[in-house]
């Protein structure tokens, strides 16, 4: 049997989005939460995992977590720097980035996002920060991640402004549009994990430990459906939180 | 032939109110001492295009020098709104023009490279192509696949913050390097701000480091800490406890008035506005020694 520990939330979403990672992914990360899950991928199962970062940082090593995307300390020790235009075209638009981690406002029942703006665009209710470099990642990365807690007004059934595309209405439609890169393969949440069905519609894949699916569907804006293969996800380990707290987030910024 | 003179003078001759402004630099070398400096000339009718319009921007909004902001991320980076440009924005007295970071990028690549636009491959979003005709599509004459494009940015004046220069303005830059480049080549007048104005020897001694040529500057400014609250790589490090105060601050008009009055208005230049954050900061933002190895040109 697995000894159990205490962690909270925000543990539970980095250690299972760090699982989703694989040993040599080419991530473009973000800070927060993602350069976490990718911290503390490296210093477990994906040793050989890149971090890239949008402002043209390739393979930084950084020394402490870092509250901007353009942190001084993901230049020292990286491998390169290159100029914005160099990262989104060489790297981005050509495909040699396997991993794109996202978040927004909304999330919606086809992995569509929104981190625009709420009500209507020309005269917002709530203004947004707009797109960044999320329009791009959510299209050209191989495969695209989000994390975000599990919340009703995060998930709508329909976002009120498609900055960044998921599966669109479904069906073929995102393949209709050309785009190179696959679309979100799972929503990690602080319940449990949403995934494309065959359709591009979010299931319900995975709850963790002691989530119910009434609680999920509380929380989530459309009629969700379970995987037939659901499963319940490993709690996070002894080891994964000793790193998360000792060595990754020691005064607790992001945990 | 020298360009150097005061940032104060270089601003005086070089912007009018209602130019298209790029105070250049992502997350790196953002020249807040220029911003400040435009503030208390008082311009107006700016238009302030950076792909993040960050703090700067927030300030010269708030300070009313801005008529309208092109970007592609309004946030306070790594600590969520940018309070004062959102707030014009929401309350309908700000124009804006948004793109994506790569369709912004995209733009300058255009405006530096002298071309009429700039393709881009299908993001498959069509919801802000929809609201912004900057964006159009053209058929590919090779494949016949659609392609999207975006207008050449060429704005009349750039700014950018460099680690070193010659004073023809030939400029040493490392560390990241965002869209500095492009922007002083897309723009019409380069005004350059340095930590060190260096004889020219020091820049033929690596010539691979210079970001920025002289032929296109127009003003060379020695300005150590322009970029305070940002950063500049190896002189001092990001203020990013000034960005968590500025969400604070920015959150009522009045308290960003005190700000303006205490930090730009009230202060001549940026030397005494160093000063004025004390040995308690300085401290703080010193960055330890990280040397690179030399390499050989060799010698022909």
């Known amino acids: 049997m697995t000894e159990e520990y205490f962690y909270n939330p925000t543990e539970l979403m980095v250690v299972n989005a760090a699982r989703l990672l694989r040993d040599g992914d080419v991530v473009f990360v973000g800070v927060g939460i993602p350069n976490l899950a990718c911290n503390l991928a490296m210093r477990t199962h994906a040793p050989n995992l890149q971090m890239i970062y949008e402002a043209g940082v390739i393979g930084a090593q950084p020394s402490r977590l870092p509250l901007s995307i353009g942190d001084p300390t993901l230049v020292t020790g990286s491998l390169s720097i290159c100029s914005m235009y160099d990262i989104f075209t060489f790297y981005l638009q050509r495909g040699n980035v396997d991993v794109g981690f996202l978040g927004g406002a909304q999330i919606d029942q086809f992995g569509n996002i929104n981190a625009t703006v709420i009500g209507d665009y020309q005269s917002p209710k709530v203004r947004l920060p707009g797109s960044g470099g999320s329009m791009e990642i959510a299209a050209w990365a191989n495969r695209c991640y989000i994390i975000t807690p599990h919340q009703k007004r995060r998930f709508p059934a329909k976002v009120d402004f498609q900055t960044s595309i998921g599966f669109l209405s479904g069906g073929d439609a995102r393949k209709k549009t050309g785009v190179r890169g696959a679309g979100p393969e799972a929503v990690v949440t602080n319940l449990g994990l949403l995934q494309p069905n065959e359709e591009g519609e979010l299931v319900l894949t995975a709850m963790h430990p002691g989530v119910t699916f009434e609680q999920v569907q509380e929380n989530t804006g459309w009629q969700l459906k379970k995987s037939p293969g659901w499963t319940v996800t490993e709690p996070p380990n002894q080891e994964e939180l000793r790193i998360l707290r000792e060595e990754l987030d020691p005064s607790g910024i992001y945990i | ?300």
């Open chain 2, 1 to 300: 032939m020298s360009k150097l003179m005061s940032l104060k003078e270089a601003i005086k001759k070089f912007i009018h109110d209602g130019d298209i402004l790029y105070a250049s630099g992502f997350t790196h070398l953002i020249p807040f001492a220029a911003g400040h400096e435009i503030i208390r000339q008082g311009f107006k009718d700016l238009v302030l295009a950076r792909a993040t319009p960050d703090l700067i921007y927030d300030q010269m909004v708030a300070a009313g020098c801005a008529r309208k902001v092109v970007f592609s991320y309004m946030g306070n980076p790594g600590v969520g709104s940018l309070r004062r440009v959102r707030a014009a924005i929401e309350a309908g007295t700000l124009a804006w023009e948004e793109y994506s970071h790569f369709s912004m990028i995209s733009r300058l690549q255009a405006g530096a490279s002298g071309l009429p636009f700039m393709p881009m491959k299908n993001t498959g979003a069509s919801d802000l192509a929809a609201q912004n005709p900057g964006y159009q599509r053209v058929k590919d004459p090779y494949t016949g696949e659609e392609v999207v494009v975006v207008p050449p940015l060429n704005p009349d004046v750039a700014i950018v913050h460099v680690q070193r220069s010659d004073n023809e303005g030939n400029a040493h830059v490392w560390g990241i390097l965002g869209e500095q480049r492009l922007a002083a080549f897309a723009s019409q007048h380069v005004i350059v701000t340095a930590e060190e104005i260096v004889d020219q020897s020091v820049i033929r001694s690596d010539p691979n480091r210079t970001l920025i040529p002289g032929l296109i500057v127009d003003a060379v400014c020695h300005v150590p800490y322009c970029a305070h609250p940002s950063y500049t790589q190896g002189y001092h490090d990001r203020d990013n406890q000034f960005y968590l105060d500025w969400d604070e601050i920015s959150k009522t008009e009045a308290n960003v008035r005190a700000y303006l009055d205490e930090w730009v208005y009230g202060l001549p230049d940026r030397a005494v506005f160093w000063e004025k954050l004390g040995p308690e900061v300085h401290e703080r933002l010193l960055p330890g020694v990280k040397l690179s190895e030399p390499i050989n040109y060799g010698d022909y």
